[in-house]
């Protein structure tokens, strides 16, 4: 018999390594950065499935679809996620959503700050994106909040992997 997880949402948060920063071999630079603000307790290299990638983007697809008036939303997530390789990590830290956040920088990379992950390594613009009518490649994405976290978690790991949600010991693993 298994026993339920009580889980604090507002110390997990599911990062994102886009295609972008895959097919630029970022992982590492990358994560390296993420781990000064989180503990990561998990990474790998997945597949999306369209079902992942259309579940990850709901937004995009519902609630802020009429915001993106120059791409075909669908069909962009399909050309640009589903059969290449995407990077997932779990990360554990207080407050982990927001802190993460401030360290990713502005959704276009041309906003972002130097000290940021978009900003660092970055290399698309919003105003490149629309001019080409797709989203934009921003490297990286991580849960907005802990409600976002617990959905985000769902989708990439799923019940099989709520092992993985035991905060870290003082060496790091969980």
Known sequence: MTTAI???????????????????????PVLTWVGTEVTLVDQRLVTPTEQQIFAHYDDLLT?????????????????TYVGR??????????????????????????????????????????????AEHRLIANVIHSSDDPVGAEREFGIWYGPAHRHLLHPPTQGGQP
């Open 6 to 28: 009580d889980v604090d949402w507002t110390r997990w948060t599911v990062v994102l390594l886009k295609p972008d920063c895959i097919a630029r071999d970022l992982v590492d």
């Open 63 to 79: 609630t802020r679809r009429a915001h993106f008036t120059w791409v075909d939303v669908p069909a962009d997530l399909r050309r």
């Open 85 to 130: 390789r995407v990077g997932i990590a779990l990360g554990y830290a207080p407050n982990a959503a927001p802190r993460l956040r401030d360290l990713l920088g502005h959704y276009d990379p041309t906003h972002a700050g130097l000290l940021t992950i978009r900003g660092r390594f970055g290399q698309d613009s919003l105003r490149q994106a629309q």
